[in-house]
């Protein structure tokens, strides 16, 4: 078979689907590597850092060769419309944002595996695609945060006399927030975190934060969250708006899945925070976290910065798309020997990431969503 790789053409995405190790590795499994001149000029990989690899001149060229596919952003309709009839495409998918795009996955006969579908469970870790890019935006969240800050993250101790460290906050502590917490950690700030998983105590302690106890506790299934009802919410934001006014820096990264991003910090919080400080809102993309965030903009609102960045992974394309390649090359394997396909459907990893195969939806919520 041969393994495609494309530019990615969405604004603002500088990730490629492929490294010059997975090429090699998926060599070594007998398929042929075809990647679109470019592809990987975003992350720093010229074409010659593909030794081994076919090189097309266009997307066009490249996707009529496709047996498999590998993208970040979910192709296009032009993009699928290119691709043979019966070809595989293993990327982000988005199977809730756009119903088009699914129903051109099906009528064109794609078997089409939507990466956000793997099952979190022990044997996916090394092919989650959502725990390898959130990791990427919880450290650039503090990234950002440190440098819209006015001061010090660590504390001090000069002949100008000493400075007090900065007090962070990290709001949800899954793989962003817990990347986010050891960041921060590492930039000497004074660092505190909470989640509604009580689990999340211990591992927030165990990186040398602090775990704020606001007293709501809402585990859901999956080891996920799960929404809290509007009591729970106001108990919340009750305790949480003292806390925050002695705050220097907020990075929220609160999700629950299927859902919008929560609303935790509220105008009147923001209101109540110091003048400097700083917000930088990881949920901007599904809404916010925070009431004030505008998605894409950084903002000034009393005095406090509001940052609400899209597509963070994307700001650290190198390692992104190392850790993003990887990660789809260990779901490949599971398919590919000696330079054939079979796709197991016995295998849960296989059956419940596919979006389409054989003209039809196999993602029984989508399909209700699209049919
Ligand atoms: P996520 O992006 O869905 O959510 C981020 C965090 O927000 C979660 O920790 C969630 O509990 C928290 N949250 C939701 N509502 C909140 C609220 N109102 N206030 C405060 N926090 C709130 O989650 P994620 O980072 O993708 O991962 C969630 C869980 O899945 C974690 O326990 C993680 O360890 C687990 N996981 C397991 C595996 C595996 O075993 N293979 C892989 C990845 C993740």
């Known amino acids: 078979v041969t393994v495609v790789a494309i530019r990615e053409r969405a604004p603002n995405e500088r990730r ?37 690899a076919d090189i097309a001149p266009d997307a066009t060229a490249a996707l009529a060769r496709a047996d498999v596919l590998l ?8 993009e699928i419309a290119a691709l043979r009839q019966g070809s595989v495409v293993i990327s982000f998918l988005q199977p809730h944002a756009d119903p088009e795009r699914t129903k051109a996955l099906r009528d064109r006969n794609i078997t089409s595996f939507a990466m956000e579908l793997l099952p979190r469970t022990t044997r996916a870790q090394a092919m989650d695609v959502l725990s390898s890019q959130a ?94 009802t509007a009591e729970e919410r106001a108990e919340q934001q ?45 949920a901007a993309e599904t809404g916010g976290n925070c009431e004030l965030t505008k998605p894409g903009e950084t903002w000034v609102h009393n005095d406090v910065t509001i940052v609400g960045p899209l597509n963070l992974p994307s700001m650290g394309a190198i390692h992104s798309s190392e850790m993003y390649a990887r990660n789809l090359f260990n779901f490949l394997a599971l398919s590919l ?24 939806i196999r993602h029984a919520p989508t399909k209700a969503l699209v049919e």
């Open 16 to 52: 490629v689907a492929i490294s010059p190790e997975i090429v090699k590795k998926t060599k070594a499994l007998g398929a042929d590597v075809l990647i679109e001149t470019g592809a990987g000029a975003g992350a720093q990989l010229p074409d010659s850092a593909f030794p081994g």
């Open 71 to 78: 993208k970040v952003q979910p192709p296009t309709l032009a």
């Open 135 to 228: 990791g990427m935006a919880g450290y650039k969240a503090v990234l950002i945060a440190a440098q819209a800050s006015g001061k010090f993250f660590p504390m001090l101790t000069t002949a100008a006399g000493t400075i007090r460290p900065s007090k962070v906050l990290i709001v949800g502590a899954g793989v962003a927030g817990l990347q986010a917490i050891a960041t921060a950690r590492r930039l000497g700030a004074q660092v505190e975190g909470f989640d509604v998983r009580p689990e999340t105590r211990e591992q927030i302690e165990s990186l040398g934060a602090k775990f704020l106890d606001l007293g709501v506790s809402a585990a859901g299934t999956g080891g996920y969250a799960r929404e809290l």
């Open 238 to 282: 009750q305790r949480l708006a003292d806390h925050v006014k002695n705050i220097d820096a907020i990075v929220t990264t609160a999700a629950v899945p299927g859902r919008k991003a929560p609303r935790i910090i509220t105008a009147a919080m923001v209101d109540g925070m110091k003048p400097g400080s700083v917000i930088v809102d990881l």
């Open 337 to 360: 020997k000696d330079g054939a396909l079979n796709l197991d459907w016995n295998d849960e990893l296989i059956a419940q990431t596919c979006l389409t195969h054989a003209g039809e």
